[in-house]
C-alpha cells in the first residue's frame, strides 16, 4: 500500500504554485454552502497537515496562521480561533513530520487524525471559554471523516510529484 | 573572523518559539475581538477580500438553481399561479380593509395626537449562505453598509421574523437568527396580549419563554409576535408558535418551547427592516437610583 513511502520511491520537488492552489482549492470548499457544517471535513486544515508534513520548509506556522485569520473572517467567528487551532496543528505537523513519514498510509492516518482532533479540540475549548453552548458530539465527526480522506488526498496530492523526470513522447498511453 | 555557519543552514527561530508566538498572538486576538471588539477593522478587510471569492464559490450553485427554473414544468407554473390569483384576491380583500382601518387609524392618531408610526423603509436581501459555525446560528446576506444596511436592523422574510443584523461588511452582513442562544426578542401572545420575552436556546431549533409562572394562560399552538416594546423591531411581525408548555410543579417557571415561523431553511429572500425611528423612553427605574446618591451627597457634604 505505502507505495511512496520513502526509499521506495523519489518523488520529483514540489511546485510551490501547487501547493498555494491546494491551499485556496481547500479554502473554496470550506466555505461552500453547507446546510450543516458539523458533519463536514475542514479540507483546508488537512491540506495545510498535508503539506506541512511533507515541506515542512515549505510549509511553516505563519502561513497556517493567516489562512485561519482569513477562516475566521469568512465564517464569522471569533477571531483567532482557527488561526490558533492551524498553526498548533502545522507545528505538530512539522515536528512530527520525520516519524509520520516513516511510516505506511493506515499508520499515518491515524497520527493525523490525533492532529486535526488536536486542533477540533482546541476551537471547541476557545468556544466554550467564549460562552458558547454545546453543537453536539457531530461537531468531532468532521476530523475523523478528515483523516478517512488521508489516504485518498495523500495519493492526488503527491500525483504531480510522481510523474516521470523525462516524459517519453513516443509512448502509447 | 567569521565563524557563524553558512547562512543555507539558517532556519530562523525554533519551531517551539514560533508556535508559541503564533499562539500567544492568536489568544491576543481572541482576546480584542472577544472583550473589545478592536479587531472589526482587519475582520473587514478580511471579509470584503474574501468576498469576491465566496461569490465565485457560489456562483455555479446559483448558476444551476436558475437552470432547474428554467427548467421547471409548465404544469408547476401553472399551478402556483392559479394559487398566487387566489391569493392576490384575497389579499385584495385585506388590502381594501386595510385602507380603510389605516384610515381610520390616521383619524384616530389625529384625535390623539400621537406621533404617526414612520412607515419602515425595507432593503430587499438574499442569503449568501449559512455561517460555517456550528456553536452560533448565523447567516450572511448579500447587502452591506454600501446598500444602507446598518448595526441592528430587524430582518424578517414572508413567514415571520429572521433576526438582527449583527456584523455589516460594505457588501455582505451577518444576521443572528433569533434561534442563537444570546439572542432575545420581546413578544406577545395573539390570542390575550400577554408580554414575554423569547429567547434562543442552545440548540438553536426553538425559542423559550422563560420566567414565565406556571399557571400563565400559554397554550399550545398560540401564536406570538413582536410586541414592539424594544425599539427594534417594530410591533406585529410574527415571532412563532408555541409547540410546547410544561407545567412541572417542582419548577418555579413553566417550560415553554416556541417554533420560530421564519425559514432561513426553505426560503432564501429576507427583507432588512429599519428599526422604529424614536426607541421609547425607557421606564422611570432612576428614581429610586437617585435617592442614595443625593443622601451619600449630602453625607459626604456634612462630613
Do not use: C
Not at chain 1, 36 to 63: M, Q, S, T, Y
Not at chain 2, 2 to 10: G, K, L, S, T, Y
Not at chain 2, 151 to 180: F, K, M, N, Y
Not at chain 2, 191 to 220: C, F, K, W
Request: aromatic letters at 8%; hydrophobic letters at 50%.
Amino acid at each position: 500500500m505505502a507505495i511512496y513511502a520513502p526509499g521506495q520511491r523519489i518523488l520529483l520537488p514540489v511546485n510551490p504554485w501547487f501547493i498555494a492552489f491546494t491551499l485556496v482549492a481547500a479554502f473554496f470548499f470550506n466555505v461552500l454552502p453547507w446546510r450543516d457544517v458539523r458533519a463536514v471535513p475542514d479540507l483546508l486544515a488537512v491540506v495545510i497537515v498535508f503539506w506541512a508534513i511533507r515541506e515542512p520548509r515549505k510549509i511553516g506556522i505563519g502561513i497556517p496562521f493567516v489562512l485561519g485569520l482569513v477562516m475566521d473572517a469568512a465564517n464569522g467567528v471569533l477571531l483567532g480561533q482557527h488561526a490558533l487551532a492551524y498553526s498548533v496543528m502545522a507545528f505538530m505537523a512539522n515536528t512530527l513530520s520525520r516519524r509520520i513519514l516513516w511510516f505506511g498510509l493506515p499508520a499515518q492516518t491515524v497520527h493525523v487524525l490525533g492532529i486535526l482532533l488536536t486542533g477540533q479540540l482546541l476551537m471547541f475549548g476557545v468556544r466554550m471559554i467564549a460562552g458558547a453552548s454545546f453543537p453536539g458530539f457531530s461537531y468531532f465527526l468532521g476530523p475523523l471523516i478528515a483523516a478517512a480522506l488521508w489516504p485518498v488526498l495523500s495519493f492526488l496530492m503527491l500525483a504531480p510529484q510522481r510523474r516521470p523526470e523525462s516524459v517519453d513522447e513516443t509512448r502509447p498511453i | 573572523m567569521e565563524h557563524a555557519p553558512p547562512p543555507f543552514f539558517n532556519r530562523g527561530p525554533a519551531p517551539v518559539v514560533r508556535v508559541t508566538f503564533f499562539v500567544l498572538l492568536s489568544v491576543f486576538l481572541m482576546v480584542i475581538d472577544a472583550r473589545f471588539r478592536y479587531t472589526e477593522p482587519l475582520r473587514q478587510v478580511l471579509m470584503t477580500a474574501a468576498y469576491p471569492l465566496q461569490r465565485a464559490v457560489l456562483a455555479p450553485f446559483e448558476a444551476a438553481g436558475r437552470i432547474g427554473d428554467y427548467f421547471q414544468s409548465l404544469a408547476d407554473l401553472q399551478t402556483e399561479n392559479a394559487e398566487l390569483r387566489t391569493e392576490k384576491l384575497k389579499a385584495a380583500q385585506d388590502l381594501m380593509t386595510l385602507e380603510a382601518v389605516r384610515a381610520e387609524n390616521a383619524r384616530l392618531r389625529g384625535l390623539l395626537d400621537a406621533r404617526d408610526r414612520a412607515r419602515s423603509d425595507a432593503v430587499f436581501a438574499e442569503i449568501i449562505y449559512g455561517s460555517r459555525d456550528p456553536f452560533a446560528r448565523r447567516v450572511v446576506i448579500d447587502k452591506g453598509f454600501t446598500q444602507g444596511i446598518d448595526l441592528g436592523r430587524p430582518v424578517i422574510d414572508t413567514a415571520g421574523v429572521v433576526g438582527q443584523v449583527t456584523r455589516v461588511t460594505p457588501l455582505a452582513s451577518e444576521v443572528t437568527l433569533i434561534t442563537h442562544k444570546d439572542h432575545s426578542i420581546p413578544v406577545q401572545v395573539v390570542r390575550n396580549g400577554l408580554r414575554a420575552i423569547a429567547y434562543g436556546t442552545s440548540d438553536g431549533a426553538a425559542m423559550e419563554l422563560r420566567h414565565l409562572p406556571i399557571n400563565i394562560d400559554v397554550q399550545n399552538d398560540d401564536e406570538l409576535i413582536t410586541s414592539g416594546i424594544d425599539g427594534v423591531y417594530p410591533q406585529g411581525l410574527p415571532v412563532g408558535k408555541v409547540t410546547r408548555v410544561d407545567r412541572d410543579a417542582t419548577f418555579s417557571f413553566a417550560r415553554i418551547l416556541v417554533t420560530p415561523l421564519a425559514g432561513t431553511d426553505r426560503q432564501r429572500q429576507v427583507l432588512v427592516l429599519r428599526p422604529l425611528e424614536e426607541a421609547p423612553p425607557y421606564p422611570a427605574a432612576e428614581e429610586p437610583a437617585k435617592k442614595p446618591a443625593k443622601g451619600k451627597k449630602a453625607r459626604r457634604s456634612e462630613g
